[in-house]
């Protein structure tokens, strides 16, 4: 018999208070989660967000809410994600730096197309109103000037980049609510100066416009880094021989991330700054339709050209269900029909952790061992999603949590949009936990709680140190029968972003990473046994909504998938696309032992060496582009999918070859 003494000792639950109310749209658990950890830094912080609230930031809805006709559902969603911009305005991790905001916000103003600065692109540098078709990239740090976005002329292809953290200019942006906005025509009058000496090169431009400020101390100067990670996406999706006039069809509307976005390791800041990304596209897109009509003389909404948006960015948690609220608006867009625009595609990465074991399914009574490493000073979260119910959300969710050395602790909620802490016997906080339920344009719901466990070496004197080592996450056995759904959020760092991250994993006896021969096991199937960690349905979680293409990487050599690329659920309604690995493909990587490929550097002539499926995804984005351009008009993920295979094939995800071959720098 085990005395009382040898038990381990218990941690507590505080008290479930309500995180966010119903009308707060979709709050953020990792964002009330920053903001209510500051402690002392709390008032300061609050100040600074009171003056940022001020300048309405990312009010941008009201742009596309013109563009609609009432009763749409995008009219819908824009009001209901207004809310989720008021949640951002709280800026509780300060990614936003305080010059950027625009005191003179209009979100209403008119382009004036008189005014030069208002002019999208020189005339010559016009797409054809028949065949052109636009590609957006929302990234971090797009080379804007680089000589791949020009033509014969010095001439810009680039009909608008968005500066989301720049410092504010003298720009045409009265409609932004921060950054800077440049266009074509300044951006090409810029390219003849550097060309006439009047301008010393293509860096002088970045600085000029903003793009680069190595004064500021609040944020990484992404915009300098020789191979960032948007240098490298944004010539694959839009880039052409600055020789000739084969990418004027193709003009760019690029947004560039605030740096601190990107460098946030676990990316959980992303999706407001993206939806607004997204907004900002589509209503330049709008704006470059009718000065294509002005400048042509053509009539009113006559010019519709398509829009592929490529956005290489992604999460490996959430409930991969397509009900996020990015997920909701894309595919929103793509379903309807935007005045003066033709169709609207998004081309997303598959993702690149099929075997980082972030992935599990338990059932009830079962439980799994997720691993923290040591020395990490950021968060790690774990998310748990439960079946759907016809039945309203009511806290019928829980889920147990052992952190290392001490008893298990069952969640204790009572209603939805509820947080708790738990702590140990010391009083310290050792996880953040929310209770988030989602709904159904059915009428369903589904459970979800997401645990946020404090880093486990703080950076700040007085935070509370989390514990390493492996926790144990339990599904309670009085739980109703199905499948319960665990993914861990990555936790790194892109290149040029210092922060000692550390990813966590979870731990399961039965599952191998490696055959006899020391190669990758590729599939669940081939691992053998029953393991509650799976390579299923680890697809990029911005990517699971009902139109977005998701992107996987082969190598050249072989055409073999990647080991990396992300799979596809196994719960497919077709049952063709189980556990594929995205819906196509493009090579990436050299092959299975050069795995990389050489991709563009900031500057026009660098280069870099990169990897992943976010290399595929612009490629994709490009020959989307080129179909759409051809007056193919596919309405549906599988249309695009039967466009991409060659006459003959079966393969679920076809191959589509790069389909511009220029010097790779």
Known sequence: MTSRSDSPPSPGWSEPEEAYGEERFAMSPYLHYFQNRQGADRDAKKAGIARLAKADYFRLEPTILALREDGDPIRVLADSMSKLFTEFLEDPAQVLSPDARNDQFDPRRAENF??????????????????????GVIDDAVPFVHQRFTMPGNRSRVASVWLQDARRGKTVAADLPSGAEWRGVD????????????????????????????????????????????????????????????????????????????????GVLAPVPILTGIMFIISRACGLCRYIERQGRHRRNSVELPVVINL????????????????????????????????????????????????????PGQQLGWRLPADDPTINAVEIWGPRYRNSPGADLKVSLAAPGLAPATTIFTAPRQFSILRGPDGADLAWVYYTPTAFPDG????????????????????????????????????????YELSAQRDEVIRGFRKAARQSWFHDPDYRAYDMAGRPILTDADNGGSPKV????????????????????????????????????????????NEQPGDCR?????????????????????????????????????WLAGQLSQGRRPGSRAAIRALARPIGSTDPAPIVAFPAEFREF
């Open 114 to 135: 008189d005014d030069e600065a208002f002019r999208y692109l020189p005339d010559d540098a016009l797409p054809d109103r028949k065949t052109g078709c636009i590609i």
């Open 187 to 266: 951006l090409s009058r810029m390219l003849g100066d550097v060309a006439n000496g009047d301008l010393a090169g293509e860096d002088a431009i970045y600085r000029l416009t903003g793009a680069v400020d190595m004064t500021r101390s609040n944020a990484p100067p992404s915009g300098a880094f020789e191979t960032g990670h948007g240098a490298a996406v944004a010539p694959l999706a839009a880039g052409f021989d600055p020789g000739t006039e084969q990418g004027k069809d193709h003009p760019l509307i690029a947004v560039c991330l605030p740096p601190l976005i990107t460098a946030d390791s676990m």
């Open 312 to 363: 290489s960015m992604g999460l490996t948690a959430g409930p991969r269900d397509g009900s996020s609220p990015l997920e909701r608006f894309m595919d929103a867009v793509s379903d309807g029909k935007v005045n003066g625009l033709g169709p609207i595609h998004f081309v997303l990465p598959a993702g690149n952790h099929r075997q980082g074991r972030l992935r599990a399914r338990l059932h």
């Open 444 to 483: 369903t719901h589904r459970d979800g709680i997401v645990v946020i466990a404090t880093p486990t070496c703080p950076t700040r004197l007085g935070d509370p140190f989390g514990l390493p080592g492996e926790w144990q996450i339990g599904i309670p056995d009085d739980l109703p029968q199905g499948d």
């Open 534 to 577: 799976i390579r299923a349905d680890t697809v990029n979680t911005y990517a699971t909504g009902r139109w977005p293409l998701r992107g996987g990487a082969v190598d050249a050599q072989s055409a073999r998938t990647t080991a990396y690329t992300s799979l596809l659920s196994d719960k497919q309604s077709d049952p063709l696309l």
């Open 586 to 622: 493009a090579p990436v990587d050299a092959s299975v032992n050069h795995p990389y490929r050489i991709v563009c550097g900031r500057n026009s002539g660098g280069f870099a060496l990169s990897s992943g499926t976010s290399m595929a995804a612009p490629q994709l984005a490009r």
